[in-house]
């Protein structure tokens, strides 16, 4: 049994491509480790309490290649985005305890992997995260699937994107957003703001180039106190932050690494600070603490820091760096407690009830040193602050059973402490088991009808008031139920120029009721599409088919469950189908507005001539609820729906005149009541 925790639940679109397995086999019923938690004063993880066992067909990112690039370094972070914050996986980062710098993590078939390997775990490996896997390979993601089972140190488990504001006061709020855009990670992972707009929402603020002020800066003080926010600052921004102080109130400063403030980068602009230091670091750095989360990046990251206006830092001569403050990397200015740091993190005014606060040297981390460098820079940012979001994550604490039987129903329920309050729940089951209220903090979990002992997945998902969500899930081993209801020979979907097909074969069949199609766009959230009567009694081979007149563009997924006469349910694992209408410049929507609607939205689309245009609006499961007819001009046109019938949360548009029909457009419906 493991536990972990997981974040906020994103709308998802279909994506990316992959094979399914027909076999409804799971591993690990039984974890061989169970996770012991420590309570550390400081910074949380920065010892391995213990070593995870991790399963045969785990996916492991080998983050320790040399040379470093953006492709084998940086679009490891947009993987792990990805996949925590739209399929729900947690992600194992696994640091060796005991290593030097750049020293191996852990071996596995005669590969040293380092730098603070990341893995999936086999349980999180859904046909929808394979494809995904998939995708970020082909994006220069390099690493392996396991073929044994493995023992690896255990640094954290990630299952938290953090929330992050990105300052805009000084306008240049790109030199960071680049950094995500190197990584692959989209500009939804990020607000752009200033301080004022902070609230317990957000997870972390980075600041890339600033002359701070009281009036503007002042609202860090409590975003680090009260909020336990965390902040990453770059350039001489950091200086500057630390030499400002309440007019009101002048004890009240924001020298949140040090004592009394640092050296200003330059003479003039540091308020009552008037000691300035040298632009550029001086050799020889030292790299420190190469176990921390922070720390982990290959090689050097020196010259990357030597650009701009401020490259490195140190205390004033009356002052020191805090007791909490870490220096990551040091250069040859000044002695302790005064070292020069390019790199400085650690509690804001060395509490450890605080939130945490890092400076890093230079203006842009890609304007100087080499591109391995300059991507080791910005791994210590993309660590920094997936280290935030860790830290501020919510906890779940879940009862839930560790063995079922088939059909029984079992008491489920979960705990939240932190977060926002209102919570809202959301209990899912891997095996396709059901809950009689899913939405609820306690339930009853009716367990899956399993042909042989199968682990089951049973997780809770928690939202809070700001977005944000955790979850908790545990391993639930299923026992079987025989005999076999049906013998399934094949299940497949074959996509077709308007359509897609559904075939499916059954060998024998006992007291087989019906049968239930499933669809989804992301292989998790399935809803039904229909259902085809069974053949009852059968020791013969039976045949089914089943046309979606309404696929969904790009990559879904389908699932077949079975229904005895008792109202027993089976189900099968998916099968993954990309579908792209045939490209037409004929007809087609050009864009929907507002979307996510809550009354009336506005469809603007263009024809290429004056004729006839029917709109067709269907729901997740493929029924019509809506459609009007207009007659359409020539290029551009819009039409105005107000009420649409029903209270889904997602809808699909279709357009369709005498010569074509366009693909489906996802239309979300924000539900305020």
Not at 324 to 350: E, F, V
Not at 370 to 395: D, H, P, W
Not at 619 to 626: A, C, S
Not at 657 to 669: D, I, N, P
């Given at each position: 049994?493991?536990?972990?925790?997981?974040r906020?639940?994103?709308?998802?679109?279909?994506g990316?491509?992959?094979?399914?397995?027909?076999?409804?086999?799971?591993?690990n019923?039984?974890?061989?480790?169970?996770?012991?938690?420590?309570?550390?004063?400081?910074?949380?993880?920065?010892?391995?309490?213990?070593?995870?066992?991790?399963?045969?067909?785990?996916?492991?990112?080998?983050?320790?290649?040399?040379?470093?690039?953006?492709?084998?370094?940086?679009?490891?972070?947009?993987?792990?985005?990805?996949?925590?914050?739209?399929?729900?996986?947690?992600?194992?980062?696994?640091?060796?305890?005991?290593?030097?710098?750049?020293?191996?993590?852990?071996?596995?078939?005669?590969?040293?992997?380092?730098?603070?390997?990341?893995?999936?775990?086999?349980?999180?490996?859904?046909?929808?995260?394979?494809?995904?896997?998939?995708?970020?390979?082909?994006?220069?993601?390099?690493?392996?699937?396991?073929?044994?089972?493995?023992?690896?140190?255990?640094y954290?488990?990630?299952?938290?994107f953090?929330?992050?504001?990105?300052?805009?006061?000084?306008?240049y709020?790109?030199v960071?957003?680049?950094?995500?855009?190197?990584?692959?990670?989209?500009?939804?992972?990020?607000?752009?703001?200033?301080?004022?707009?902070?609230?317990?929402?957000?997870?972390i603020?980075?600041?890339?180039?600033?002359?701070?002020?009281?009036?503007?800066?002042?609202?860090?003080?409590?975003?680090?106190?009260?909020?336990?926010?965390?902040?990453?600052?770059?350039?001489?921004?950091?200086?500057?932050?630390?030499?400002?102080?309440?007019?009101?109130?002048?004890?009240?400063?924001?020298?949140?690494?040090?004592?009394?403030?640092?050296?200003?980068?330059?003479?003039?602009?540091?308020?009552?600070?008037?000691?300035t230091?040298?632009?550029?670091?001086?050799?020889?750095?030292?790299?420190?603490y190469?176990?921390?989360?922070?720390?982990?990046?290959?090689s050097?990251?020196?010259?990357?820091?030597?650009?701009?206006?401020?490259?490195?830092?140190?205390?004033?001569?009356?002052?020191?760096?805090?007791?909490?403050t870490?220096?990551?990397?040091?250069?040859?200015?000044?002695?302790?407690?005064?070292k020069?740091?390019?790199?400085?993190?650690?509690?804001?005014?060395?509490?450890?009830?605080?939130?945490?606060?890092?400076?890093?040297g230079?203006?842009?981390?890609?304007?100087?040193?080499?591109?391995?460098?300059?991507?080791?820079?910005?791994?210590?940012?993309?660590?920094?602050?997936?280290?935030?979001?860790?830290?501020?994550?919510?906890?779940?604490?879940?009862?839930?059973?560790?063995?079922?039987?088939?059909?029984?129903?079992?008491?489920?329920?979960?705990?939240?402490?932190?977060?926002s309050?209102?919570?809202?729940?959301?209990?899912?089951?891997?095996?396709?088991?059901?809950?009689v209220?899913?939405?609820?903090?306690?339930?009853?979990?009716?367990?899956?009808?399993?042909?042989?002992d199968?682990?089951?997945?049973?997780?809770?998902?928690?939202?809070?008031?700001?977005?944000?969500?955790?979850?908790?899930?545990?391993?639930?081993?299923?026992?079987?139920?025989?005999?076999?209801?049906?013998?399934l020979?094949?299940f497949?979907?074959?996509?077709?120029?308007?359509?897609?097909?559904?075939?499916?074969?059954?060998?024998?069949?006992?007291?087989?009721?019906?049968?239930?199609i499933?669809?989804?766009?992301d292989?998790?959230?399935?809803?039904?599409?229909?259902?085809?009567?069974?053949?009852?009694?059968?020791?013969?081979?039976?045949?089914?088919?089943?046309?979606?007149?309404?696929?969904?563009?790009?990559?879904?997924?389908?699932?077949?469950?079975?229904?005895?006469?008792?109202?027993?349910?089976?189900?099968?694992?998916?099968?993954?189908?990309?579908?792209?209408?045939?490209?037409?410049e004929?007809?087609?929507?050009?864009?929907?507005t507002?979307?996510?609607?809550?009354?009336?939205?506005?469809?603007?689309?263009?024809?290429?001539?004056?004729?006839?245009?029917?709109?067709?609006?269907?729901?997740?499961?493929?029924?019509?609820?809506?459609?009007?007819?207009?007659?359409?001009?020539?290029?551009?046109?819009?039409?105005?729906?107000?009420?649409?019938p029903?209270?889904?949360s997602?809808?699909?548009?279709?357009?369709?005149?005498?010569?074509?029909?366009?693909?489906?457009?996802?239309?979300?419906?924000?539900?305020?009541?």
């Amino acid at each position: 049994m493991r536990n972990t925790i997981l974040r906020r639940r994103l709308s998802q679109c279909a994506g990316g491509c992959g094979t399914v397995s027909s076999q409804n086999t799971r591993m690990n019923p039984t974890k061989s480790v169970i996770l012991l938690f420590i309570v550390l004063v400081c910074f949380a993880g920065k010892i391995n309490a213990v070593n995870e066992s991790i399963t045969t067909g785990s996916f492991i990112i080998n983050m320790g290649i040399t040379p470093q690039t953006t492709a084998n370094g940086l679009k490891p972070y947009g993987m792990i985005y990805d996949l925590i914050v739209n399929y729900n996986v947690s992600i194992v980062w696994s640091i060796n305890s005991a290593k030097a710098k750049d020293g191996t993590d852990f071996t596995y078939n005669a590969v040293n992997y380092k730098g603070g390997t990341f893995i999936v775990e086999k349980e999180f490996i859904t046909a929808a995260v394979t494809a995904r896997i998939t995708y970020w390979q082909g994006q220069g993601v390099q690493g392996v699937y396991t073929t044994s089972a493995i023992s690896v140190p255990l640094y954290k488990t990630l299952t938290v994107f953090p929330i992050v504001m990105i300052d805009n006061l000084s306008g240049y709020q790109a030199v960071i957003t680049n950094y995500y855009t190197l990584a692959g990670i989209p500009s939804s992972a990020y607000t752009i703001g200033a301080p004022v707009g902070l609230t317990q929402c957000f997870d972390i603020w980075c600041n890339p180039h600033d002359e701070p002020t009281w009036t503007n800066h002042q609202y860090l003080y409590n975003f680090v106190t009260t909020m336990k926010g965390w902040i990453w600052v770059q350039c001489h921004a950091a200086s500057v932050l630390e030499s400002v102080r309440n007019p009101a109130s002048p004890f009240t400063q924001l020298n949140f690494l040090s004592s009394a403030g640092l050296q200003c980068y330059g003479a003039g602009n540091c308020g009552s600070i008037a000691e300035t230091h040298t632009q550029s670091p001086s050799s020889p750095y030292t790299y420190n603490y190469p176990t921390d989360g922070v720390m982990q990046f290959m090689s050097t990251l020196a010259p990357a820091c030597d650009n701009g206006s401020e490259r490195w830092y140190s205390p004033i001569t009356t002052g020191q760096w805090n007791a909490g403050t870490y220096l990551g990397i040091t250069d040859n200015h000044n002695s302790a407690p005064r070292k020069g740091a390019l790199i400085a993190y650690g509690p804001a005014y060395g509490n450890a009830a605080n939130g945490w606060v890092m400076y890093e040297g230079g203006h842009d981390l890609t304007g100087n040193g080499t591109a391995a460098e300059q991507v080791s820079a910005m791994r210590a940012y993309f660590n920094f602050i997936l280290l935030a979001g860790y830290n501020r994550k919510m906890t779940v604490t879940v009862t839930i059973p560790p063995a079922t039987s088939p059909g029984n129903q079992y008491a489920v329920s979960a705990v939240v402490t932190g977060g926002s309050p209102t919570y809202t729940y959301q209990w899912l089951s891997s095996l396709g088991g059901t809950f009689v209220c899913s939405t609820c903090a306690s339930t009853q979990y009716t367990a899956p009808v399993v042909a042989s002992d199968t682990t089951d997945i049973v997780k809770c998902i928690v939202t809070d008031s700001c977005g944000r969500a955790t979850f908790e899930y545990r391993y639930v081993t299923n026992l079987a139920n025989s005999p076999l209801p049906i013998v399934l020979e094949q299940f497949k979907a074959t996509p077709e120029k308007e359509d897609i097909k559904l075939y499916w074969t059954t060998a024998s069949e006992m007291n087989n009721d019906y049968f239930t199609i499933y669809r989804s766009g992301d292989g998790s959230d399935f809803a039904t599409l229909n259902k085809i009567p069974g053949g009852g009694n059968s020791a013969s081979i039976l045949e089914y088919c089943m046309t979606d007149n309404h696929p969904l563009t790009g990559t879904s997924y389908y699932r077949l469950s079975q229904t005895d006469y008792d109202g027993k349910e089976k189900f099968y694992e998916p099968v993954a189908v990309n579908w792209e209408p045939v490209v037409a410049e004929i007809l087609g929507v050009e864009k929907i507005t507002p979307n996510p609607f809550i009354k009336k939205f506005t469809i603007d689309f263009f024809c290429k001539n004056s004729q006839k245009v029917k709109l067709e609006v269907v729901n997740m499961r493929g029924t019509k609820v809506f459609e009007k007819s207009v007659d359409a001009n020539e290029n551009f046109n819009t039409m105005e729906i107000d009420n649409l019938p029903g209270k889904e949360s997602v809808y699909f548009i279709f357009l369709a005149c005498a010569e074509w029909r366009t693909r489906g457009y996802k239309l979300v419906r924000e539900n305020k009541e």
